[in-house]
């Protein structure tokens, strides 16, 4: 017996304590708005004249930035300026210190960030057990694009990635307008191109909208354009291929014992921050014209990403193929009416994102979907202190499955019966591995804690998949995603 989720109707019951309260905290306050409103129109009637109208629901504007890690990003403490324009966003706005996705790669993390389930719900991601076979979402799960089109929104999407090829599914709920063109590790379509399209289709007749619009710079190659090229790697010999890619440097780099040399990976990442500079000189060019606009005031801008990239932090290169902080932690910025509250430190999650985006439109919470209203809950003034994170799935490699609570984060490896427990810092990434009997009591604890909110499942439940082109499939293999097992 499946649910509308298409999860067993038993077994994900349990409820989880932060819905809960945050349940409990709506229900009062759906109270107390109540008795307002029987007040204000009392007043109203006293005074003969009508309550203020409610507010319009505002335009959101989604950016996704592929592949890009949170502490490469100016406000997050980088060392080189990649990131002016998202800092001054920002500025007047708020971002999360400590936000992950669900997943490390693209596949899962989007229908994550666009469904508002968890991995293992939405079964889209890869099956460790089959080859070449990833989850296509069903039918009966609903988009937000679908959701927030059902209450009178204009929604497209700009989107670049093979893994958002509408054959996954994630079109759904965008119509005619989800401008979808697949990126190969050597051609793009670059920032400043999907800026065009964004500007060309937000029309003060699309009011209001939801556009999704994704950049792909960041993810290999590293090619940086001409008029970011040098800035931070300078015009000097590289020491490295540029661009930087290619099937066979990879394989040479990650199998490089005990690692690159240390100005080969200084060079690879001022490399990978210049295609950060790319990506921000063209979000602030899309600021810029957005701030003319009549409607800027009542738009919620999000920038945020799917994931990250390792750099050897623990070993290996890309990303995929585990899930530790570099790969899962993310950047999330949020800027809009109301949102003003600058660094928040506690703990959120993609799914938390979804489910504030449905309340921003006015789109009902359903309590089936695996986080809290990201929006609702800030405004309130919690800051969301301690919080859990899940994030599932891996593109390479055995299945994992990643639970964070608080200052720890449990690894879990079902088949090798694996589990390792780290200690986080201030920014949310693994810095000490605990070990026995140290761990054994924390392992014990968030078990317990996982299971009471995810369920004891298999870490790979993945769907049905679909039918790749091959074109897809060619797209699939020039990104390197098919020659890895
Ligand atoms: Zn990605």
Redesign the pocket.
């Known amino acids: 017996m499946l649910n509308p989720y298409g999860e067993p109707s038993d077994g994900l019951s349990t409820p989880n304590p932060r819905q809960w309260m945050g349940t409990r905290l709506l229900n009062s306050q759906r109270t107390g708005m109540a008795r307002c409103f029987i007040w204000a129109l009392l007043l109203g009637w006293a005074l003969g004249c009508a309550p203020p109208p409610p507010a319009s629901p505002p335009n959101i504007l989604l950016i996704v930035v592929?592949?890009l890690r949170a502490d490469h990003v100016g406000l997050y403490g980088h060392e080189r300026e990649t990131t002016p324009n998202l800092d001054r966003l920002a500025a007047d706005g708020s971002f999360f210190r400590r936000a992950y996705a669900q997943s490390s790669?693209?596949l899962p993390?989007m229908t994550s960030l666009l469904t508002g389930l968890l991995p293992h719900r939405h079964g889209v991601g890869r099956d460790p057990d089959v080859a070449r076979r990833f989850g296509r979402l069903a039918p009966e799960i609903p988009t937000l694009a679908e959701q927030l089109l059902a209450v009178g929104y204009a929604t497209g999407a700009i989107v670049n990635?093979v893994?958002l090829a509408p054959e996954f599914g994630l079109q759904r709920g965008f119509g005619e307008d989800y401008d979808y063109q697949g990126a190969s590790k050597a051609s793009i379509r670059s920032a400043e191109e999907s800026v065009d399209a964004a500007l060309a289709w937000i029309e003060p007749s699309r009011h209001p909208y939801f556009l999704l619009l994704h950049f792909m710079e960041p993810?290999l190659f590293y090619d940086p354009a001409p008029q970011v090229r040098g800035t931070f790697t300078g015009d000097g010999e590289p020491p490295i291929p540029v661009p930087f890619g290619s099937d066979r440097a990879i394989r040479v780099l990650k199998k490089s014992r005990p690692g690159p040399a240390s100005e080969e990976l200084e060079y690879l990442k001022r490399l990978y921050d210049e295609e950060i500079l790319a990506v921000d000189r063209a979000m602030g060019r899309l600021f810029g014209e957005l701030e003319k606009r009549s409607d800027w005031e009542n738009t919620v801008v999000i920038v945020t990403a799917?994931?990250g990239e390792e750099f050897f932090d623990h070993g290996g290169f890309e990303?995929g193929h585990t899930l530790y902080g570099e790969l899962t932690r993310v950047p999330l910025v949020v800027h809009g009416p109301g949102l003003d509250l600058g660094e928040i430190g506690g703990v959120v999650e993609h799914v938390d994102l979804s489910r504030g985006i449905l309340g921003l439109a006015g789109v009902p919470s359903d309590k089936g979907l695996g986080g809290d209203d990201l929006f609702s809950t800030i405004k309130r003034g919690e800051m969301l202190e301690p919080g859990t994170s899940i994030s599932e799935n891996t593109l390479y490699g055995p299945a994992r499955l990643s639970y964070l609570d608080g200052d720890y984060r449990m690894h879990l490896l079902p088949e090798e019966k694996r589990v390792e427990i780290w200690e986080l810092n201030a920014d949310g990434l693994e810095t000490r591995r605990l070990v026995s009997p140290e761990s054994n009591r924390e392992i014990e604890r968030m078990k317990l804690a996982l299971a009471a909110r995810r369920g004891h499942l298999s870490a790979s439940a993945v769907a049905e998949g679909p039918e790749l082109s091959e074109k897809e499939l060619s797209q699939l293999m020039a990104l390197g995603y098919l020659n890895e097992e």
Request: aromatic share 18%; charged share 20%.
């Open positions: 592929d592949t790669w693209t993390s990635n893994f993810h799917d994931h990303h």
